[in-house]
């Protein structure tokens, strides 16, 4: 991301239960080890500064969130925010999000996959390098269980349409759904910070939601 230096982290603060490299996550798989509690797992690929994983965790208790970035300073910078929360049922993991589907999680393992403002890759020469790939999509829908929803979101119309494209000709989800937009309660209100930004620029938001039936 072209973005402000981070704040420093506080060295006090214990990311045990917050922070992991995706080495150290269980194999055989087993997100039980990873939380305080066994419960639906979401997964975001590209969690960046962590917005989306401090809500989502503080919002709906009842699941279970893992983040996957492959920078190391926003996956640790965003472990230190669930940390000072004590968020216990939201994770941060560093490392390849490609990787955690396609070599770790067995199929029907998630009930939610998240992708929000992955980075555009312009040119078409870079297009592979986008998360969003067709066997990126391909080990989504197997991760997914029945009713496990994809959720896309993008300020990049051409990314968009590509992926609609890729999802309706090499997947069998049902989408994509409309997903409302809806204003602020307050500055921090936002799905992730690339959504505020977008949005405080008065520029467009493209999203989308899928389900596996
Ligand atoms: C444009 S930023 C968006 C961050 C956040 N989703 C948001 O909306 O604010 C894209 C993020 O995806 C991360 N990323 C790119 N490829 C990745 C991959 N294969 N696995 C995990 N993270 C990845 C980048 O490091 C970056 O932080």
Redesign the pocket.
């Known amino acids: 991301?072209g973005r402000r230096a981070l704040p420093k982290l506080d060295p006090q603060l214990n990311l045990s239960a917050n922070f992991r490299t995706l080495e150290e996550l269980p194999q055989p798989w087993n997100p039980s080890e990873l939380f305080a509690m066994d419960a639906p797992l979401e997964i975001?690929?590209?969690?960046?500064?962590g917005?989306?994983l401090q809500n989502a965790a503080l919002t709906c208790p009842e699941h279970n969130f893992l983040g996957?970035?492959?920078?190391q300073k926003?996956a640790r910078f965003t472990a230190a925010r669930l940390a000072k929360r004590d968020l216990r049922n939201a994770l941060a993991v560093h490392?390849?999000?490609?990787?955690?589907l396609r070599e770790i999680v067995p199929d029907n393992a998630l009930s939610a996959v998240h992708?929000?403002?992955?980075?555009p890759w312009w040119k078409k020469r870079h297009h592979k390098r986008r998360?969003l790939s067709e066997p990126f999509l391909a080990d989504v829908y197997r991760t997914l269980g029945p009713q496990g929803k994809l959720h896309f979101?993008t300020d990049v119309k051409a990314y968009f349409d590509a992926t609609l494209e890729l999802i309706a000709a090499h997947t069998d989800f049902e989408g994509p759904l409309a997903v409302p937009e809806k204003p602020p309660e307050h500055d921090l209100d936002f799905?992730?910070?690339?959504?505020r930004?977008t949005r405080l620029n008065e520029d467009p938001v493209y999203r989308a939601e899928f389900i596996k039936e």
Do not use: C, N, Q
Not at 68 to 71: M, P, Q, S
Not at 95 to 100: C, E, I, S, V
Not at 191 to 195: L, P
């Open positions: 991301m975001e690929v590209g969690s960046g500064k917005l989306f996957i970035e492959v920078a926003y490392g390849d999000g490609l990787r955690l992708v929000y403002f992955p980075d998360v979101w799905r992730t910070h690339f959504e930004r």
